[in-house]
């Protein structure tokens, strides 16, 4: 620093010939050009020495490189300021400029450090893998209580910038003093943002959902994607989004088919004739089952659970790792039991019975032996 100062009173000699405004905006812009050249410079330092070795250390630098851009450049400008020859309204209004720079550069710098400490955390805990509850469960406690600290930082930071200006503190007092009545407008008017940041926290601490949850909301099957301050996003099954607000996971049911494990028993239901060969038909569907790559080696069962006029009603149970698995599971049981029928045992299938009396047949032959005279008799 004492360097770049000796170089900018230097260049402040060499430019008086110059009118002052133009010689201050010149040594600014010439230390502007200097910190960007020394982060530059540094940049290329960093990647030189830890990417090849430290390739964990240099991603998180990487992240930090907007924050050290400008922390140079506010460096810079607090040592060009006092040598620019600027007037004393003119320096005060820069040097207000750069305080508010500082606490801007304070509160990104505490958000950036925030969201690297959390993804460092994270790094252990695998979302794509099938049995994710423990990296799902503190995904979602991490991300929701980040942004809520976020917010609450941001609030902070703006605070004290505006606490900088003279209005602002001598209107404290009376504002302060109003704070009843305007808290409680205030309160009324964002009731639904603190209801919905509150259901944030108790969503964080308790958990109904989530990350990648599956879950059944307003009769669609989807997975929790994001999970924001106000509001979750489901992801559907056909790549639609739904957005909902964090207090519909709170005031009304869902289900929640990972709440405990991602395992899951799918369910698949077949309609047979009273012939069908249940045992044969129970054999087939372990074969079946024990072939696929959905199934997760717990659960295989057959059980006639309904017996109507016309048809029994099989229930086909297989076990899989996730609820994808699950589904394609279910559709490969019903496709292969339909066709092992159709091959081997065509009597399986549903049947539609009539009883035909004697009356009903000897009727029927005359209707026949009629409609066939009435056809001769056309014919000639």
Known sequence: MDSL????????????WLPNPVTAVLILALAVVIALAVHRLLRKVVRRTLAPRYPNIFSIVTRLRGVTRLSVLILALLVAVPVAPFDSDTA???????????????????????????????????????????????????????RTVEGVVV????????????????????????A????????LAARPVLSNLIAGVQIAMTQPIRLEDAVIVENEWGNVEEIGSTYVVVRLWDWRRMVLPLTYFIEKPFQNWTRETSALIG?????????????????????IVKQSSNWDGRVINLQVTDAKEATIELRCLASAPSAGAAFNLRCEIREKLV??????????????????????????????DGKEREAVGGRN
């Open 92 to 146: 005060g209004i820069i040097a207000r400029v750069l305080l508010i720079a500082i606490i801007a550069l304070i509160g990104w710098a505490a958000i950036v450090a925030l969201n690297i400490g959390a993804d460092v955390y994270l790094r252990r805990f695998r979302l794509d893998v099938d049995d994710n509850l423990l990296a799902r469960k503190h995904n979602t406690q991490v991300r929701i209580l980040l």
């Open 267 to 287: 369910t698949a239901f077949i309609y047979v004739d009273y012939r069908a060969p249940v045992a044969r038909i129970r054999d087939k569907l372990d074969e």
């Open 339 to 368: 066709d092992f029928l159709q091959r081997e045992h065509p009597e399986a299938l549903p049947l539609r019975r009539m009883e035909v009396s004697a009356q009903d047949d000897a009727a029927l032959r005359l209707g026949n």
């Open 180 to 187: 009843g009545v305007a808290g409680i407008v205030a309160g």
């Open 5 to 16: 100062r000796l170089a900018l009173i230097q260049v402040k000699d060499w430019l008086y």
């Open 155 to 178: 609030l902070i930071t703006a605070g004290a910038a505006l606490m900088t200006f003279d209005a602002v503190r001598q209107y404290g007092v009376s504002l302060f003093a109003s």
